[in-house]
């Protein structure tokens, strides 16, 4: 029986003598969301960059699904279930919305790519502005659209990187309500690097915290809330 639909054992990158990465252990469970916090250079980004393939591992291993994918490249870990986005947008700025969710949906091999992306763009209050071009988008609309590319398929496992930058404070509570319906309605299970601590601590499940490439607490949100090196290093008054 499979426990978990992504699983870290022990991974580690390192370049030379910097461990960016050193020996993480992270889980995820079905329909759960984990939060990844920690100041700039932590490690959280380079842990996703090695879970989908972008990044060697120096040792550990990636398991996906039940599936050992830690020879797998990003293209095979993505036909597998895991999908992922960016600090900055992937989007096509000239292309219509619905034609380049659609595209991306052939590319992943749908059986249906028009359903596919209709039923991504519905999910997302997207549908209405199916032919709008891209970079006539508001921002916060921008970021839908990049989150909807990172779906086509049905991803099990959907890793963000700050998907809330640069969004003002209801564009991310509004992206936050559409994640957390997201792993009740298509069992997405979902890894947030994110440093809008509300946003976190709103909707996460679990939350980690990254040091040095290391884990140094991780729990509840309201277990890590009172760890008193995560309030003194990190939250500060937000805690």
């Not at 034609?99 to 519905?122: P, T």
């Amino acid at each position: 029986m499979i426990q978990y639909v992504l699983q870290t054992e022990d991974v580690a990158i390192h370049y030379g003598g910097v461990k960016a990465v050193d020996g993480v252990d992270l889980t995820l469970a079905k329909g759960q969301i984990r939060g990844l916090i920690g100041p700039n250079g932590a490690g959280k980004s380079t842990v996703i960059d090695a879970i989908t393939g972008r990044r060697r591992l120096t040792r550990g291993r990636v398991t996906l699904l039940g599936e050992d994918v830690s020879a797998l490249g990003v293209v095979a870990r993505r036909a597998r279930g895991l999908s992922r986005s960016f600090q900055r947008t992937s989007i096509f700025a000239q292309m219509p919305v619905f034609k380049q969710v659609e595209l991306a949906s052939h590319q992943m091999g749908a059986s249906d790519s028009y359903a596919d992306a209709q039923a991504v763009l519905q999910e997302l209050d997207l549908w209405d502005m199916r032919e709008t071009v891209a970079q006539d988008l508001g921002y916060g609309e921008q970021r839908r659209l990049d989150l909807a590319l990172a779906l086509v398929g049905h991803p099990s496992v959907l890793l963000l990187d700050e998907p809330m930058a640069g969004l003002s404070v209801k564009e991310s509570l509004d992206l936050a309500g559409h994640l957390k319906k997201l792993t009740d309605t298509w069992d997405v299970s979902v890894l947030l690097v994110e440093h809008d601590m509300d946003v976190v601590f709103g909707i996460s499940d679990v939350v980690t915290v990254f040091e040095l490439g290391r884990v140094i607490a991780d729990g509840s949100p309201a277990e890590v809330r009172a760890n008193p090196r995560v309030r003194e290093a990190y939250l500060g008054s937000a805690a």
